[in-house]
């Protein structure tokens, strides 16, 4: 998968793509990562970006002009793919989206600064909008690194076990929350590792696993149990 990201700030991202996942993902050439400095395409000799807003108000937002321009040369250097743009006014993230983001074979992360952007960036653009919630953040960098990590998750080869990413918690096939996970040692200040998960009896493992998901799903976010239901026969 390729990803573009087009940001004022190129910078942030250096540390994030030579860490971890990611890195391997790129190193492996399984996800190409291009970083884009919007303000390479302003026609203003100090590379302004942003203007005041038309009928006053706080704040600058960034202008259509350079950002559209940014936009299409990006695209036009491979296949278009799909165009997202991180604001808070978009659908929330979620990993049915995830999902979905990680089918293209590209995409194309645009990061807002400031107020925004000009609303004609939307209007000539058509991009898909999508928000981490209902939270302002200082621009759509931060946003764009948590898509990344979400989608490169889905992509064959990243993870070292395959089924980690199909049987996360929110995904298509998994409306739970995960099961408590313990590792060594068995005991610690007091705290001992269930006996059932030491007992080497699978069946009863994976019951257990399901029906510690489920109440920790009914005690944590109930509103999930609409599309989630117990094993057979298990009365939480």
């Not at 007992?199 to 509103?223: C, K, M, P, V, Y």
């Amino acid at each position: 998968m390729r990803i573009d990201v087009l940001t004022l700030f190129p910078g942030i991202f250096e540390g994030y793509l030579g860490q971890s996942l990611l890195k391997k993902a790129i190193d492996a050439k399984l996800v190409d990562v291009q970083l884009h400095d919007i303000r390479h395409w302003s026609r203003d000799k100090h590379h302004k970006v942003d203007d005041r807003p038309f009928g006053g108000g706080p704040g600058m937002i960034l202008q259509v002009e350079p950002v559209v321009e940014c936009v299409e040369a990006v695209q036009q250097q491979t296949a278009a793919g799909r165009l997202v743009v991180l604001s808070p006014r978009g659908r929330t993230l979620s990993q049915p989206i995830v999902e979905e983001l990680a089918a293209q074979t590209r995409l194309l992360l645009l990061c807002g600064r400031y107020e925004g952007f000009d609303q004609r960036v939307f209007d000539i653009l058509q991009p898909d909008e999508i928000s981490l919630g209902d939270y302002i953040l200082n621009g759509g960098e931060t946003a764009a690194m948590v898509v990344i990590d979400a989608v490169i998750r889905l992509i064959p080869g990243v993870l070292g076990d395959e089924a980690s990413g199909t049987h996360d918690s929110f995904s298509a096939g998994n409306r739970l929350l995960e099961f408590p996970q313990y590792s060594r040692p068995r005991e610690f200040r007091g705290h001992a590792v269930p006996d059932v998960l030491l007992g080497g009896n699978h069946e009863q493992i994976a019951r257990w696993r399901r029906e510690q998901s489920f109440l920790s799903t009914r005690q944590r976010r109930a509103d999930l149990l609409t599309e989630a239901k117990p094993d057979e026969g298990h009365k939480p």
